[in-house]
T-cell receptor
Framework: ETGVTQSPTHLIKTRGQQVTLRCSSQSGHNTVSWYQQALGQGPQFIFQYYREEENGRGNFPPRFSGLQFPNYSSELNVNALELDDSALYLC?????????????FGPGTRLLVL | AQTVTQSQPEMSVQEAETVTLSCTYDTSESDYYLFWYKQPPSRQMILVIRQEAYKQQNATENRFSVNFQKAAKSFSLKISDSQLGDAAMYFCAYHTGNQFYFGTGTSLTVIP
């Protein structure tokens, strides 16, 4: 059984650029959630995808967008990068959408915006 | 607004001793789940334990147990017989509907 993987592991961008982060969910999981974790903080929920549709969204602007593919892998896209977007971006997959379903986290992508 | 508060930024415990990490949350929902996650220095978040809000019985997983006080909106984690491998950031989390909320974390140090 393959766990949740994310790519790239590290990324450096400049303000105003666009970035795409990728996540492969654990085998058999159809739900993917994305989180932003600033240094020294807890993860902040960005959004969740279930069977290729956005199912829920946290308090993030529209320049944060996502996709989920038929194989349930997912992308997080951030446009017009700002310095405050520098953070660890975590992807988590779960077997289903049910309340309380266990989330399995990937190792994260560290984004630095200069 | 739903929030999760962890009032202890750092805690330490002697190896083999017991430590309790605190968490309080604010919600108007009746149906939700609470979790404790562990994030070791390697960064990968791991589920430690979870609790359904409608269950009065406190969840237990080996050396980890919770004290769930629904009326007080409190959800503390007790780690018994602490081991060096327990050293990590611990996050309390809340899940309702399609929203997830995490606390700011407690850094646990285990002293040999």
């Amino acid at each position: 059984e393959t766990g949740v993987t994310q790519s790239p592991t590290h990324l450096i961008k400049t303000r105003g650029q666009q970035v795409t982060l990728r996540c492969s969910s654990q085998s058999g999981h159809n739900t993917v959630s994305w989180y932003q974790q600033a240094l020294g903080q807890g993860p902040q929920f960005i959004f969740q995808y279930y069977r290729e549709e956005e199912n829920g969204r946290g308090n993030f602007p529209p320049r944060f967008s996502g996709l989920q593919f038929p194989n349930y892998s997912s992308e997080l896209n951030v446009n017009a990068l700002e310095l405050d977007d520098s953070a660890l971006y975590l992807c988590a997959s779960s077997l289903d959408l049910a309340l309380g379903e266990t989330q399995y986290f990937g190792p994260g992508t560290r984004l630095l915006v200069l | 607004a739903q929030t999760v508060t962890q009032s202890q930024p750092e805690m330490s415990v002697q190896e083999a001793e017991t430590v309790t990490l605190s968490c309080t949350y604010d919600t108007s929902e009746s149906d939700y789940y609470l979790f404790w996650y562990k994030q070791p220095p390697s960064r990968q978040m791991i589920l430690v334990i979870r609790q359904e809000a409608y269950k009065q019985q406190n969840a237990t997983e080996n050396r980890f147990s919770v004290n769930f006080q629904k009326a007080a909106k409190s959800f503390s984690l007790k780690i018994s017989d602490s081991q060096l491998g327990d050293a990590a950031m611990y996050f309390c989390a809340y899940h309702t509907g399609n929203q997830f909320y995490f606390g700011t974390g407690t850094s646990l140090t285990v002293i040999p």
